[in-house]
């Protein structure tokens, strides 16, 4: 079994400016309030404890597992990975030991020992002796002047949907308390493709 935590969580992947767009909101008394429904919207989806199972806005992941459950080809939830930060691992005396990535390969969101086992082997058994950190989300488009989005365009429709559903029913919200995000069939037929069922 793995257990995911965020170590550094994400950056908002829907900017104020396009949510107050989407509203057709012009002045900024109601910034506070917009930006808390996009943070709402957005967590109800995004990252370990959200509905679509996978990671949207760029945040730093640690899984944790045993090191019997933790052998041949480890597959990372919450996609996409971008790239592995470190490996760290309980030996059997209970010491931390870091592994050297050059030893693991990542092949999309699975990765795999290069050598002939995975360091861990045989250390200790205690319960989530393997932490494996690494990036993921999407990651912007830098390749040309200006940085691009990389967040598939429904999901981005999604997070406006919930934020403007929000923000019309407000008897149900509040500034710092959400009790209810909207997930609409346009919403979850939006988010459908997209979701990862573990």
């Known amino acids: 079994m793995m257990r995911v935590f965020v170590v550094i969580p994400p950056e908002p992947v829907v900017t104020l400016d396009e949510a107050k767009a989407h509203l057709k909101v012009d002045g900024s008394d109601e910034d506070a309030l917009i930006e808390a429904y996009v943070a709402a919207a957005t967590g109800h989806i995004d990252g370990p404890d959200g509905w679509?199972?996978?990671?949207?806005?760029?945040?730093?992941?640690?899984?944790?597992?045993?090191?019997a459950s933790c052998r041949d080809v480890v597959s990372?939830?919450?996609?996409?990975?971008?790239?592995?930060?470190?490996?760290?691992?309980l030996d059997r005396d209970g010491i931390?030991?870091?592994?050297?990535l050059a030893d693991v390969e990542q092949l999309g969101a699975n990765i795999i020992a290069t050598g002939a086992a995975w360091p861990w082997v045989g250390g200790s058994t205690r319960r989530e002796a393997v932490r494996i950190r690494y990036r993921a989300g999407y990651a912007p488009d830098t390749s040309g002047a200006e940085p691009k989005s990389t967040l598939p365009a429904a999901i981005r429709a999604a997070i406006l949907l919930m934020t403007g559903d929000l923000y019309r029913n407000r008897d149900t919200v509040a500034i710092n308390t959400v009790t209810q995000v909207p997930m609409s069939t346009a919403v979850a037929n939006l988010l459908r493709p997209f979701r990862v069922y573990a």
Do not use: H, K, N, W
Not at 76 to 89: A, D, H, K, N, Q
């Open 96 to 100: 931390e030991q870091m592994a050297d």
């Open 52 to 67: 679509l199972g996978r990671a949207l806005g760029v945040q730093t992941l640690e899984a944790r597992c045993d090191s």
């Open 76 to 89: 990372l939830p919450f996609p996409p990975v971008i790239e592995l930060v470190s490996v760290s691992y």
